[in-house]
């Protein structure tokens, strides 16, 4: 016997994606009633929302949100619009699934941005509009809420339609599909994949470990409660360098004996000389006079050179010890301390002594980006533009609009940016952990050219995050010859870097010293150089073809010899 279609619609979504307008039309149509949580909620307290979030505090609007859904849980013939956050809760949900159809509506955060401006209300109505960047925190708001949003019976994106579309597939898809979800109660009440209870947490989930990454502003000063709350205890090693230690050292201490652990440091030397099978010696020396034991932490507190170098530590010294990475350096936030490969220096090249090392997780502070210096920042910023630029046009759309904040590490903007760097890490590394499959090397835009550089300046005159903006350019000029990048892209790219103040050029380098250490690096791994080129934001490909020549002109290109049309039709 078919079953019946359900006679309750939920209506899920952010602010601004049209429930009531959309609610109201559905039920007309139907010839059903319209309700609307916020609006039982206020009717039965004779408050205001914001009042109640106010005075109450948002965990009882919570509870009087349940009270409401259940109410409307209990009516047959009826649309329901619901909160913006109800489906955070999996009771929430069952109570929506038994008997109902869930529909979310979809919208990009500019668009629902847009349209809540154009409600108008006031800031007290409006409270995601008050105060600065309303934008910013839409986004972010809505990015910690998607995971729950995917848990509907179907989605609309409504960005391009209007309420009368959008209630035309709400009624299309409860005819078609609403029967057969109705079997299920208990269909959206899982708990999703990458979603976690508390704030600013974003996992990875590789093949042999999974652990959270807690960026936030101010995170040191819950570093001690994190290890515990891991189920770390005992004695914390922390390892820094004089730099960062300056900064952080007595905090990093403070926040770990608060919490009980025994918390002891090593000092190293700032800068790269330190990242050597030597001062990993003097590491394990000290581990040993402090007794470590298997399941103390290693603490990393520092940036890439750091999170190295103790990380190496911390996966040889007895076989592994818990690792806990707390990157300092925006490079070590956004992209060394994700992915679990910890390395040391030989004279003969760099990181060519390492391992995969997962850590039990990562604590990064946003606000340590304060005290960075400045020239460290800059190219820092060239890896969050990469990770734009290759997987994710909304991030380069907020790079762009945002630039003056986040160069100025407004809080908010630069704690989101960071967030979804990770984000977009940790999900690569997820997928391909050892770099087996292939996904990670879309990682490597713009490191081919890099690398060249780097080595041809013996790793003196740039950072690594300048050689990649100039890589990057390469890899663009050399992506718009083979017909690959649209000139539109280059652009925007040269535009997005420079703005960032990231130059694109290397025009002391010698480009012939940079093509041998190119050609060094094919020899070295037996294959041709693949090359990963962008044939749109989001979009990487990966070539071995690439011409001999072309990757000599673009290489004199950065290197300020040749122009690559120049070079091309010469
Ligand atoms: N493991 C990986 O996947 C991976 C990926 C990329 C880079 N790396 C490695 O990372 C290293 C580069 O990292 P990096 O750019 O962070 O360099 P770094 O660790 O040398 O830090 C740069 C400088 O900034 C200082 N510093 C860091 N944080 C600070 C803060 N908050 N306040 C004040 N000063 C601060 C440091 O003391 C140092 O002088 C290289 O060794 C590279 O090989 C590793």
């Known amino acids: 016997m078919a079953t019946q279609r359900p006679r309750r619609i939920f209506l899920t979504g952010f602010s601004g ?29 004779g408050r205001s929302i914001p009042d ?23 009516q047959v013939g009826v649309v329901v619009a619901t909160g913006g956050g109800i489906v955070q809760s999996a009771g929430n949900r069952r109570l929506m699934a038994d008997g109902g159809f869930v529909v979310c509506l ?5 668009v629902l941005w847009r349209r809540l401006r154009d409600a108008g209300g006031s800031a007290t109505e409006r409270p995601l509009l008050s105060g600065p960047d309303s934008l910013g925190r839409i986004r972010a708001l809505k990015a910690r809420r998607q995971p729950f949003y995917a848990l509907a019976d179907y989605t609309i994106h409504t960005d391009n339609l209007e309420p009368p579309q959008v209630a035309e597939e709400v009624l299309g898809a409860w005819r078609r599909l609403s029967a057969r979800a109705a079997r299920d109660p208990d269909r959206l009440s899982g708990e999703p994949a990458s979603a976690d ?8 989930n590789a093949e042999s470990a999974r652990y959270p990454v807690y960026v936030e502003w101010g995170a040191l000063a819950r570093l001690g409660e994190r290890l515990r709350g891991a189920g770390l205890s005992g004695a914390a090693h922390v390892i820094s360098d004089d730099h960062v230690w300056h900064h952080y050292g007595e905090a990093a201490l403070a926040s770990l004996r608060q919490a009980g652990f025994e918390a002891d440091s090593y000092v190293v030397p700032a800068g790269e000389a330190s990242k050597s099978l030597t001062t990993a010696s003097l590491l394990y020396e000290w581990l040993a006079s402090r007794r470590a034991e298997r399941g103390h932490a290693v603490v990393a507190l520092g940036g890439g050179m750091v999170g190295d170098l103790a990380g190496f530590a911390a996966a040889t010294y007895l076989r592994g010890l818990p690792l806990v990475h707390v990157p300092t350096s925006l ?35 946003v606000s340590a980006l304060t005290t ?99 890589g990057m350019a390469a890899a663009a000029a050399i992506g718009q010859e083979m017909g690959v990048t649209p000139a539109a892209l280059v652009e925007r790219q040269a535009a997005v870097l420079a703005s960032f103040g ?20 094919k020899k070295v791994s037996g294959r ?42 010469g």
């Open 502 to 521: 990231l130059l694109q050029e290397a025009p002391g380098i010698d480009p012939e010293r940079a093509l041998a250490a190119l050609a060094l690096d």
């Open 106 to 110: 979809e919208g990009q955060p500019e």
């Open 197 to 204: 209870a508390s704030e600013g947490t974003c996992w990875v």
């Open 528 to 569: 041709a150089v693949r090359w990963v080129l962008l044939e749109d934001v989001g979009r990487p490909v990966l070539r071995d073809d690439v011409p001999a020549a072309l990757v000599r002109q673009a290489v004199r290109l950065v290197c300020g010899a040749a122009g690559m049309r120049e070079g091309h039709s």
């Open 331 to 365: 490079l070590a936030m956004v992209d060394a301390s994700i992915g679990g490969k910890v390395a040391v220096n030989l004279s003969e090249a760099k990181n060519l002594v390492g391992a995969f090392y997962q850590p039990r997780m990562v604590v990064a502070d």
């Open 372 to 470: 960075l210096p400045a020239r460290e920042l800059t190219s820092g910023w060239a890896e969050v533009a990469k990770h734009a630029l290759i997987m994710d046009p909304d991030l380069l759309s907020t790079l762009e609009a945002r630039v003056a904040d986040l160069r100025r590490l407004e809080p908010e903007v630069t704690t989101a940016v960071v967030r979804r760097n990770v984000e977009l890490k940790a999900q690569v590394v997820s997928e391909d952990e050892r770099e087996t499959t292939g996904r990670r090397t879309i990682l490597n835009y713009g490191h081919t050219v890099a690398h060249g550089l780097e080595a041809a300046s013996e790793y003196e005159t740039l950072l690594h995050g300048e050689a990649v903006a100039i």
């Open 52 to 74: 109640i979030f106010a005075r109450d505090g948002e965990a009882r609007f919570r509870e009087l949100e349940t009270e409401a859904l259940r109410e409307a849980a209990r």
């Open 17 to 45: 994606s049209g429930k009531s307008a959309v609610a109201a039309l559905v039920a007309a149509a139907l010839g059903w009633r319209v309700l609307d949580t916020d609006d039982t909620i206020e009717e039965r307290s």
